[in-house]
């Protein structure tokens, strides 16, 4: 909860009191800090992925070789061609 008041804060301090000579400045810096963050997270986030069960990889992996199966079975012609 501190660190979203102190958020909040630096935004309105942004919003109302920053220079307009420096806010290009501020600018590129925040947005080097927002993409560093999001990478972080997705790192985060693929480190907890691989913490799951297996069998949550098998059952995946089983549904989606299921769903190939259903392709190869919806292509299947279904009239029977007479043989000569």
Same mark, same amino acid.
């Given at each position: 909860m501190?660190?979203? /008041? +102190? $958020? =909040?804060l =630096? #935004? +309105?301090f942004y919003l109302?009191?920053?220079p307009k000579s420096i806010r290009g400045t501020l600018d590129s810096v925040v947005l080097v800090i +927002? =993409?560093?963050s999001i990478i972080v997270l997705t790192c985060l986030a693929v480190f907890q992925i691989f913490q #799951?069960?297996?069998e949550f990889f098998v059952g995946a992996l +089983?549904?989606?070789? $299921?769903y190939l199966a259903l392709v190869d /079975?919806?292509?299947l012609p279904t009239e029977l %061609? %007479?043989?000569k």
């Open positions: 501190v660190y979203f /008041i +102190l $958020g =909040i =630096i #935004l +309105l109302f009191m920053t +927002l =993409i560093v #799951l069960p297996s +089983l549904a989606f070789v $299921g /079975i919806s292509r %061609k %007479k043989r």
